[in-house]
């Protein structure tokens, strides 16, 4: 009705335009405009005076009669604790009757405060607050007479005193609390009924003006038959912007019930394995292989979480870029650990290539390069088939004073996308249709926030696609440089002997440029049989190798095998470090065992090359990346505050598992009282949930902070909770935490932390 009208009044613009137009078309046209306008006053000012009524009846319900029973509820509160707790204060041992008093005179002053406030609000009969305050008044002397009564009296004689004489008062003082209770809450029913009369007739003022709108359209269309294909214009544009908010509509509507089967997909895996482990509690075996379903279900559930969460953060405009230093070994490691377990579980074949790069440590988002990476490269796993060829190419394309530019270029031999796909593929809730949505899953959400973090982090990105015939996208991002750049020493490097053993032939050629850069002239050998040749006739020949630089995915002979046969030939001399594009960890003990000296990721970067081949001479490797925190927490005791029991439950298990003792507060003001009770470093550090009743997380450390206990400044706080927004973690620093973790917590995430705050 709306837009009919919108499109109504622009008619009668047009007509009203037109001198063409007979003189009693214009008359007409007047009068309906006339009318228009004086309903549309009319309405305007009965909508002000309404919302003028409404605003003040709901202004007086806020003063009055809501300040007034929240007033009551909290004196009776007191007073019902008051009331409860006299009897047995005032028959136990304190030291003197003035400390008595005081505690009774700070409850006397709040409920005094609390008579004030309802009689400046109270709009019921006056005498109800003065006989309130006439009952209070009565209550403190027969207390204070109590208290006199106390020293010379028995407990039984106590007892009595309070039961005959003073708990008359407190029925008097509640009794008068109930009558303006009950006042004010007819108060505020009447103020209700006032606005729901108010609200019907503003729905009836509502109806009235639709009816005349409804008459005069029915007018207007009988009175005018021309300036007919503007309106039918403006109506195309109407209809073209229905069917576009239709389509979003739909998008969102499918993406609903993709979200709907994508989440109970896993949720009934981590249901059903729990009630598979719990039938088979005596089937050890069984047992495990349902918690690792678990585990990666829950995984799985948790990425979906993380895109609605991301789209939402970049529809509110809340993403922001941190300016960080990092190493660009540290990105291929993260991301080509991942990426190859999800293909090699899947049998497809994934590659990683590294060329031109001249500036390894740089400043940026390290965590949002690494999430568009992981976007695009697990959505071309996703797509491309059994037997297909996922590939990464990093290389330097431009290096400016202070900044360079790096090219990411991420190819697949996948399914593809049409041409008529890629105009919409950045935007949300997309998906190429119903069959791919329903084949291979996915939130229709990961390329909108891969192309708005690209543009976050101020690069490119761009695609190239055929159906059928993979996927190619390229993506170029900035990246500060350290002022204070590196200065690599060589030191006598180049008298090292190297043998790099790589049956393909581009890494031997990436390989031989890094040495190169470092002064060595390194040997080659494409095999095993070959390398072990190499070995055996250099010693023969007195210029043994000094190092083996050696693939451990080869055909025939692999890495591991390769060092063992030179360990039988050639001995210790020869430092043997394993290359590999994989997550060593499965081959690492067999590796040690068969005489590995050091692991290095692939693709093959400056930095970790210089560092081993240093450790050869004996250099300081100052550039050498800081180990992982260990999970050791042994001997460390910590205070844990969570409401939530089974968030508890997990966490003190996670933590006898470090090694660590835990005592457990279930909301921030047990926590607060937990802390200051205890003796000076008691506690090594607190885990603090946010959100808790009583007294929430922020409150509470602020509170800590603000104490008089000895650690009260120094002690680590870390928050431990489900709001992981930038806001929330600057909200956590500011209260005065020292660190963040978001739920659910991961075993490894929280060992780490502990072990930073503690320096472990």
Known sequence: MIVRLKAVTCHFGILYQRRSCGLKLQTKLSRVTIVIC???????????????????????MYEHP??????????????????????????????????????????YAMQNEAI??????????????????????????????????????????????????????????????????????????????DITHTTVASIGTALLLTFFIVFLTMYSNMVERTSIKELKARERELHEALLLAQKANNAKKDFLSRMSHE???????????????????DDRGRIEDCLTKITFSSRHLLSLINDVLDMSKIDAGKLTVNHEPFRIGQLTESVVSVIDSQARTQEKIFECDISGIRQERLIGDYLRVNQILLNLLSNSVKFTPRGGMIRLEIKEIEDQKGRTFLQFVVSDTGIGMSEEFLERLYLPFEQADGQISQKYGGTGLGMAITNNLVELLGGSIDVKSRLGEGTVFTVKLPFDLPEDSEEYHVRELETLRVLVVDDEEYDRIHANILLKRLGIAAQFAKSGREAIKAVLEAQEAGTGYDVCIVDWRMPNMDGIEVTRKIRETAGSDVLMIVLSAFDWSEIDEEGRRAGV????????????????????????????????AQSNCTGSRLLLAEDNALNM??????????????????????????FEDSPAGYYDAILMDVQMPVMDGYTATRKIRAGGHPDAKTIPIIAMTANIFSEDIDAAYAAGMNGHMAKPIDAKTLYQTIAGVLKL
């Open 597 to 628: 000296n050091a692991f290095i990721a692939k693709p093959l970067l400056e930095s970790p090359l210089r560092n081993v081949l240093e450790s050869v001479l004996g250099a300081d490797i100052s550039s050498k990346e800081p180990e992982a």
């Open 263 to 281: 989440i109970r997909t896993p949720m009934n895996a981590i249901i059903g394995m729990a009630a598979i482990a719990g039938a088979h509690l």
């Open 38 to 60: 004086a309903i549309a006053i009319l309405f305007a000012a009965a909508s002000g005076y309404m919302i003028n009524s409404m605003r003040n009846t709901a202004q007086s």
């Open 649 to 674: 439950e997990i966490a003190v298990e996670l933590l006898q598992m470090a090694g660590a003792e835990s005592d457990c507060a279930v909301n921030g003001k047990e926590a607060v009282e937990k």
């Open 116 to 193: 004030a406030a309802i009689r400046e609000s109270y709009l019921g009969p006056a005498e109800d607050v003065t006989a309130l305050q006439k009952a209070m008044d009565g209550l403190i002397e027969i207390q204070d007479e109590a208290l006199r009564f106390v020293g010379t009296h028995s407990e039984e004689d106590i007892l009595s005193f309070i039961e005959e004489r003073v708990y008359p008062y407190y029925d008097e003082v509640n009794d008068c609390l109930e009558r303006i209770l009950v006042s004010s809450d007819k108060r505020i029913y009447q103020l209700m009924e």
């Open 66 to 107: 809501y300040t007034v029973t929240n007033t009551a509820r909290a004196m009776r509160s007191r007073l019902l604790d008051m009331k409860q707790f006299v009897g047995i204060f005032l028959t136990r041992s304190f030291e003197s009757e003035e400390k008595a008093r005081e505690l009774f005179d700070e409850r």
